[in-house]
């Protein structure tokens, strides 16, 4: 098992040149596990190690290591190296290693691959990031409608060593289309002489190459399946979806979704590892659009200044309140960006949620008000306590409004509803209660020196 004492030893066999032990203390682990003692070593000694492994192992353990690593370690293979690494990676996985090197890498590589390899890196390559066909590989079993059960089990057999998956086959026609799917399962417990067009599941759930890549996660989540084909615009089939992968595009699709709630931009690769200039660009984006967002606040303070100069006790609670607004929204968002992710929720939803939220926030900030009042009384006096109060409720319930609001307006103009980012529903909450707090303190205290 992986652990820091593991790396040590690692490390500490490297240093004394014992390149046979280390490789071997490697070689005792599981690829993914492999993989993470090779990011924690030099770029040199990671080198070695993976080519000290058998080719199967190496691609196995290469797989595991992030692109970054992967494209550096493959810039330091000779020709021959990286071509028979190809040759026993996943394709898809294969696919994200060819669109991470050079044009000149590239054309290095390519003759060293046999035709069908290089067509095959080629179309998977050829998807834009973030779509099915990008996550998708072309490694699975076909079978024909009029096979019987026993040689569609020799097929399988035959065929398994180069395929990702076995546990369900694809029937297709002359012309690729799939006509329906069979489990491992159900070739096992069936009659050796049975046709496969009499047991095979019909009418199969399949998504487009060029949907969004979260399409084919939820199609295999909502269905509970292994994997999920992929057509091209004809209905061909041009690939499959695994679970493991839709399950990395779901880990990934939620990463992105809570930076972008937190107002950062899309990282590349591990937070560890990233440098100080991708932090920075990271975060500074959003960071100075907030500045000038915040401005709205001190304009609104600087209205009421003659207010404020007139009754300084009414400062004591604008953090109070304001704070309340932002964090009430920050709940909403965070729990509508959530819902519609999932598909819980919908646009077509707002006018049932609006209402529903409406009558949550003003029980929340009657709550809160009540709360906050006594010390309203003890500090400024039933007047003021009575402001505060009433302040409270109208916050909270604008600032949940806003916050459950902007996911389903960024939804309807076509944007990504995690950009209703925590601190930008803050910054519009602040400003907004400003406006609230003294407006409503206007209204209702009697200015001292007023007739």
């Not at 590239?106 to 099915?132: F, I, K, M, N, Q």
Request: charged share 20%.
């Amino acid at each position: 098992m992986f652990s820091d004492t593991l790396i040590l030893r690692v490390q500490e066999l490297l240093y004394k040149k014992d390149s046979a032990g280390a490789a071997a203390t490697v070689n005792d682990l599981q690829s993914v596990d492999a993989a993470a003692i090779l990011q924690e070593i030099s770029h040199n000694d990671a080198l070695s190690l993976l080519l000290a492994m058998k080719v199967r192992r190496r691609a196995s353990v290469f797989g595991y290591l992030p692109p970054q690593t992967q494209a550096q370690l493959a810039q330091s293979m000779s020709r021959t190296e990286l071509a028979t690494l190809f040759e026993h990676m996943e394709h898809d996985e294969r696919a994200d290693l060819y669109n991470n090197l050079t044009p000149d890498e590239r054309l290095a590589l390519l003759p060293g691959l046999a035709h069908a390899e290089r067509e095959d890196v080629r179309l998977l390559a050829s998807y834009p990031e973030g779509t099915v066909g990008s996550v998708m590989t072309s490694a699975y079993v076909t079978l024909q409608a009029d096979q019987t059960v026993n040689e569609a089990l020799n097929t399988i057999r035959h065929e398994a060593p180069d395929k990702e998956t076995i546990y369900l086959a694809y029937i297709i026609d002359e012309h690729r289309h799939v006509l329906g799917t069979v489990s491992l399962r159900e070739l096992i417990l069936a009659s050796p002489a049975e046709r496969i067009n009499t047991i095979m599941t019909r009418d199969p759930v399949f998504c487009l190459a060029d949907s969004e890549q979260s399409e084919a996660a939820r199609l295999i989540a909502h269905y509970d399946l292994l994997a999920v084909p992929v057509m091209d615009a004809t209905g061909q089939i041009v690939g499959i979806v695994t679970h493991d992968d839709a399950l990395d595009v779901t880990q990934a699709e939620d990463t992105e979704d809570q930076l972008r709630l937190g107002a950062v931009g899309k990282l590349t690769g591990s937070l560890r590892h990233a440098t100080v200039t991708a932090l920075y660009k990271m975060r500074v984006g959003w960071l100075v659009v907030l500045v000038f967002g915040n401005l709205f606040s001190g304009a609104g303070i600087a209205h009421f200044e003659d207010l404020i100069a007139s009754m300084v006790s009414l400062v004591f609670f604008l953090p109070l309140l304001i704070d309340s607004g932002g964090n009430a929204g920050s709940q909403s968002a965070t729990m509508m960006v959530r819902a519609l992710a999932t598909g819980d929720v919908r646009a077509k939803d707002w006018i049932k949620m609006l209402g529903k939220e409406v009558t949550v926030s003003v029980l929340l900030g009657l709550t809160m008000a009540a709360a906050v009042s006594f010390i309203g009384v003890f500090r400024a006096g039933t007047d003021v306590a009575i402001v505060v109060a009433l302040t409270m409720v109208v916050i909270v319930a604008v600032g949940s409004v806003i916050g459950m609001s902007l996911p389903f307006i960024l939804t309807r103009f076509k944007f990504d509803p995690a950009s209703a980012s925590a601190p930008l529903i803050t910054s519009i909450c602040d400003g907004a209660g400003v406006l609230i707090y003294f407006n409503i303190a206007s209204l209702l205290l009697p200015l001292p020196g007023a007739a």
